[in-house]
T-cell receptor, first 116, second 112 residues
């Protein structure tokens, strides 16, 4: 299947700092990428839908000023957690859709964020 | 309200046995039903997916059975192996937007 690369895989930061997570589709162009958050032993929670060249669409309850999403190219979307706090500690996962109408979703390996 | 209900929450199977995980949905607009496998600390990986125009799809040891009238679909893992031990998620989405609605997951342990 297609490859989605996510970086960094792990990041530890101090409270109040900002952290950027990158999501790249390596062998295909992705017009749509999704960002998820997953707590231990729980399901994936969709945070936002990222469309290339336009503003991201955030799910209800997700602070768009807290979680900045940029989808500047067909192969790269970034999630920036601004002014991170310990409650933002989580596993963040991106996925990219291959194709437009019937493309499958492929997921990155996830990024474990720990805010001290 | 959980739009996609997954059961069981956890499952223990002996090596060589059949693992069966079930999902039920409510929204008749759903028309894409994938199953994902997730190992600890990793992102989910697509195992197999089905659309409602077929009742069964098989890929290797993995089979999806789909019952449109009952609004249920299930994953069968034949000849289960210890390497299959992981968390499995069913999901569903309407149309082509791939905005998935996820089940809560099933933790599968295959004993050697």
């Amino acid at each position: 299947g297609a490859v989605v690369s996510q970086h960094p895989s792990r990041v530890i930061c101090k409270s109040g700092t900002s952290v950027k997570i990158e999501c790249r589709s390596l062998d295909f162009q992705a017009t749509t990428m999704f960002w998820y958050r997953q707590f231990p032993k729980q399901s994936l929670m969709l945070m936002a839908t990222s469309n290339e060249g336009s503003k991201a669409t955030y799910e209800q309850g997700v602070e768009k000023d807290k979680f900045l999403i940029n989808h500047a190219s067909l192969t790269l979307s970034t999630l920036t957690v601004t002014s991170a706090h310990p409650e933002d500690s989580s596993f963040y996962i991106c996925s990219a859709r291959q194709g437009v109408n019937t493309g499958e979703l492929f997921f990155g390996e996830g990024s474990r964020l720990t805010v001290l | 309200q959980q739009q996609v209900k997954q059961s069981p929450q956890s499952l223990i199977v002996q090596k060589g046995g059949i693992s069966i995980i079930n999902c039920a949905y409510e929204n008749t607009a759903f028309d894409y039903f994938p199953w994902y496998q997730q190992f600890p600390g990793k992102g989910p990986a697509l195992l197999i997916a089905i659309r409602p125009d077929v009742s069964e799809k098989k890929e290797g040891r993995f089979t999806i059975s789909f019952n449109k009238s009952a609004k249920q679909f299930s994953l069968h893992i034949m000849d289960s192996q210890p390497g299959d031990s992981a968390t499995y998620f069913c999901a569903a989405s309407p149309g082509n937007n791939r905005k998935l609605i996820w089940g809560l997951g099933t933790s599968l342990a295959v004993n050697p």
